[in-house]
């Protein structure tokens, strides 16, 4: 199942000094095959995440194991997501 996690900054200090262990993080989870497709919003007020996991709980577990969550730079909001696939009938 995919989940999409929502990452609006609430502080742009602290997300610049956690960044570099947001990306790294996010990186070993595309290897793990846990992270779908990342990327950050073009009004750079966030980002957000595309998780593989089995559960709710799991894919919860690893959003708020991000350290731009984990330090407080960013809320989470988190949602299963079902993509569509195209063409449609």
Do not use: C
């Not at 900054?9 to 793990?32: F, G, M, S």
């Not at 569509?84 to 009938?89: A, K």
Request: net charge negative; no cysteine; charged share 25%.
């Amino acid at each position: 199942m995919l989940y999409a996690a929502f990452l609006p900054i609430i502080d742009q200090e602290l997300n610049a000094k956690v960044r570099p262990a947001h990306l790294e993080y996010l990186n070993e989870l595309y290897k793990q095959d846990k992270v779908f497709m990342a990327g950050p919003f073009t009004d750079k007020e966030g980002g957000l995440v595309i998780y593989k996991a089995a559960s709710l709980e799991e894919a919860r577990g690893l959003a708020e194991a991000d350290p731009v969550v984990a330090e407080g730079a960013r809320t989470l909001e988190l949602r299963e997501w079902s993509p569509l696939e195209f063409p449609l009938p």
